[in-house]
């Protein structure tokens, strides 16, 4: 049969030689831009996946550059503290050598005083201007923002790092579970045959968490005469004494100074009377795990109480947002992933579980280090870096007062100043090793910050990276070697098509032989 109106053959070879053109056209494009996914429909589901992971590639490559550049803050700051430790050294060379005034005048005490001065000033001045990229670093606009905290539960609370998960701010409860306690000895003064005061003479070796002291009591001293004796080495061994209720006949408590179990108390007796009969010498303690009762009158009748010559003190025992704290004396310490705290309880609340917990909010501030991909409080790091300004630094309590390292300085009054006049430089000197611990302290976590979390966020997004990357390049790019045999193939087709297009067009003109 032959038609003219409608040439079959002809429609067919050109749909054939449409679709390989088609198909030519899409390999010339992957090839001219090396991607195999250039719009939706050569890969739908591919294009997703690929995208997302783009998504991921781009957010893992800023938490690289992110971490970097957290990596030169830290670096930054910790290079001003390492000046402000350097200061911090040769002032404790220059107390230790004022401390030597039965070698050096009071000229050179004086010179001395203004080296520190000028120290200190220095000290106060890296704070107050050590900065990166117009952020300052050090003058406590990196710290954490406290309100609501009670003096009468907590003396001091130290933010390093806190996480506001969906929240502006950070509720933080502290409840004590177990008080903390000093180590305690105690001497029953109402024994025969003498109440209240030495029947035979003896001589006492004190220690304590500073040192050894000796103290040597006659025969027949009332027990007051013997705290004054053992307050007088208090300074030396960290003990001091007191009556028991105030009255000598209740006897006598030889305690730490200090809380927690690094302090403890011995009172040995180095003679032993000549008739033991007649000597009213004899210490108790209470037993380990023991709460010491703060009874009014003491009751001697306590069968927690037992014989012995030397105590060791207690830590204190609490739950900060319900997570079990690390005490230490009166300090606490938590680090959790929505809270790294360090607290020092007041004596009343860290010696008194039945009280109430007491409460405070961290209302902001801290430096907020985005270090992952996605903008969440598990790939984000915040740490406080506190004001090391000269105000700041060694809070120690002197007295009834706690006094910073700025009280060194000369023209204040205050009792640090008072002691240094009397040649006293012992308050000095804890006030500067508190400032020197609080700075290297601060170092070492920057340090632990910058190698444990920034170093190791960095390898790790590097391999996440490449990883990605790889991903990526299997789905979207284009096989070369793929590509290039298809795109042989089309251009095979499209030629071969159009010559049997041509035919086909030709075979409509056989009719006319029909024609004659």
Same mark, same amino acid.
């Given at each position: 049969?032959?038609?003219?109106?409608?040439?079959?053959?002809?429609?067919?070879?050109?749909?054939?030689?449409?679709?390989?053109?088609?198909?030519?056209?899409?390999?010339?494009?992957?090839?001219?831009?090396?991607?195999?996914?250039?719009?939706?429909?050569?890969?739908?589901?591919?294009?997703?996946?690929?995208?997302?992971?783009?998504?991921?590639?781009?957010?893992?490559?800023?938490?690289?550059?992110?971490?970097?550049?957290?990596? +030169?803050?830290?670096?930054?700051?910790?290079?001003?503290?390492?000046?402000?430790?350097?200061?911090?050294?040769?002032?404790?060379?220059?107390?230790?050598?004022?401390?030597?005034?039965?070698?050096?005048? +009071?000229?050179?005490?004086?010179?001395?005083?203004?080296? &520190?001065?000028?120290?200190? @000033?220095?000290?106060?001045?890296?704070?107050?201007?050590?900065?990166?990229?117009?952020?300052?670093?050090?003058?406590?606009?990196?710290?954490?923002?406290?309100?609501?905290?009670?003096?009468?539960?907590?003396?001091?609370?130290?933010?390093?790092?806190?996480?506001?998960?969906?929240?502006?701010?950070?509720?933080?409860?502290?409840?004590?579970?177990?008080?903390?306690?000093?180590?305690?000895?105690? !001497?029953?003064?109402?024994?025969?045959?003498?109440?209240?005061? &030495?029947?035979?003479?003896?001589?006492?070796?004190?220690?304590?968490?500073?040192?050894?002291?000796?103290?040597? &009591?006659?025969?027949?001293?009332?027990?007051?005469?013997?705290?004054?004796?053992?307050?007088?080495?208090?300074?030396?061994?960290?003990?001091?004494?007191?009556?028991?209720?105030?009255?000598?006949? $209740?006897?006598?408590?030889?305690?730490?100074?200090?809380?927690?179990?690094?302090?403890?108390?011995?009172?040995?007796?180095?003679?032993?009377?000549?008739?033991?009969?007649?000597?009213?010498?004899?210490?108790?303690?209470?037993?380990?795990?023991?709460?010491?009762? @703060?009874?009014?009158?003491?009751?001697?009748?306590?069968?927690?109480?037992?014989?012995?010559?030397?105590?060791?003190?207690?830590?204190?025992?609490?739950?900060?947002?319900?997570?079990?704290?690390?005490? #230490?004396?009166?300090?606490?310490?938590?680090?959790?992933?929505?809270?790294?705290?360090?607290?020092?309880?007041?004596?009343?609340?860290?010696?008194?579980? =039945?009280?109430?917990?007491? =409460?405070?909010? &961290?209302?902001?501030?801290?430096?907020?280090?985005?270090?992952?991909?996605?903008? #969440?409080?598990?790939?984000?790091?915040?740490?406080?870096?506190?004001?090391?300004?000269?105000?700041?630094?060694?809070?120690?309590?002197?007295?009834?007062?706690?006094?910073? !390292?700025?009280?060194?300085?000369?023209?204040?009054?205050?009792?640090?100043?008072?002691?240094?006049?009397?040649?006293?430089?012992?308050?000095?000197?804890?006030?500067?090793?508190?400032?020197?611990?609080?700075?290297?302290?601060?170092?070492?976590?920057?340090?632990?910050?910058?190698?444990?979390?920034?170093?190791?966020?960095?390898?790790?997004?590097?391999?996440?990276?490449?990883?990605?990357?790889?991903?990526?390049?299997?789905?979207?790019?284009?096989?070369?070697?793929?590509?290039? $045999?298809?795109?042989?193939?089309?251009?095979?087709?499209?030629? $071969?098509?159009?010559?049997?297009?041509?035919?086909?067009?030709?075979?409509?003109?056989?009719?006319?032989?029909?024609?004659?």
């Amino acid at each position: 049969m032959s038609r003219i109106n409608t040439n079959i053959a002809s429609v067919v070879a050109n749909s054939r030689l449409a679709r390989t053109q088609s198909e030519l056209d899409i390999r010339l494009e992957r090839l001219s831009t090396g991607i195999r996914i250039n719009r939706g429909k050569d890969d739908p589901a591919g294009l997703i996946i690929a995208e997302r992971i783009r998504a991921d590639i781009a957010g893992v490559n800023q938490g690289i550059r992110n971490a970097e550049r957290a990596t +030169a803050v830290t670096a930054t700051t910790e290079a001003a503290l390492a000046e402000v430790n350097d200061l911090l050294n040769s002032v404790k060379a220059l107390i230790v050598e004022a401390a030597n005034s039965g070698a050096n005048s +009071a000229q050179e005490r004086s010179a001395n005083q203004l080296q &520190i001065d000028s120290a200190i @000033d220095s000290i106060t001045r890296i704070s107050n201007t050590s900065s990166f990229g117009g952020l300052k670093l050090l003058d406590g606009s990196r710290d954490y923002a406290l309100s609501g905290v009670s003096g009468g539960a907590i003396t001091e609370a130290r933010v390093k790092g806190a996480n506001f998960i969906n929240s502006t701010q950070l509720d933080v409860e502290v409840d004590v579970l177990a008080s903390a306690q000093t180590g305690s000895l105690y !001497l029953n003064g109402n024994i025969t045959p003498v109440a209240g005061a &030495i029947t035979s003479s003896l001589t006492l070796e004190i220690r304590g968490p500073r040192g050894v002291g000796v103290i040597s &009591i006659a025969s027949g001293q009332t027990l007051d005469k013997v705290v004054e004796a053992v307050n007088t080495l208090t300074a030396l061994t960290g003990v001091e004494a007191s009556l028991i209720n105030g009255d000598t006949t $209740s006897g006598m408590t030889f305690s730490t100074t200090e809380y927690g179990t690094d302090s403890f108390v011995s009172v040995s007796r180095l003679d032993k009377p000549a008739d033991p009969d007649d000597d009213n010498w004899q210490l108790y303690r209470f037993t380990e795990g023991t709460e010491v009762p @703060d009874d009014d009158p003491f009751n001697w009748a306590n069968t927690a109480l037992v014989t012995a010559e030397r105590d060791g003190g207690q830590d204190v025992t609490a739950l900060v947002n319900g997570v079990l704290a690390t005490g #230490n004396g009166l300090g606490i310490n938590v680090n959790s992933n929505t809270l790294s705290i360090e607290l020092r309880l007041a004596e009343d609340f860290a010696i008194d579980p =039945s009280l109430s917990s007491s =409460s405070f909010t &961290i209302t902001g501030g801290g430096a907020l280090f985005q270090l992952g991909q996605d903008v #969440n409080a598990n790939q984000q790091v915040s740490i406080g870096i506190q004001s090391v300004a000269a105000s700041n630094l060694g809070g120690t309590f002197t007295g009834d007062a706690v006094e910073f !390292l700025s009280s060194l300085k000369t023209g204040e009054s205050n009792a640090i100043a008072s002691s240094l006049r009397r040649n006293d430089f012992s308050a000095s000197s804890d006030i500067l090793d508190k400032a020197i611990d609080e700075i290297t302290v601060l170092r070492g976590r920057l340090g632990a910050f910058e190698r444990n979390v920034l170093q190791t966020n960095v390898r790790s997004l590097q391999a996440s990276f490449e990883n990605l990357s790889a991903s990526q390049s299997m789905i979207r790019d284009a096989d070369f070697a793929a590509e290039t $045999s298809a795109l042989t193939r089309a251009q095979i087709l499209a030629s $071969s098509g159009t010559t049997v297009l041509g035919i086909a067009n030709q075979q409509s003109q056989q009719v006319l032989q029909l024609l004659g």
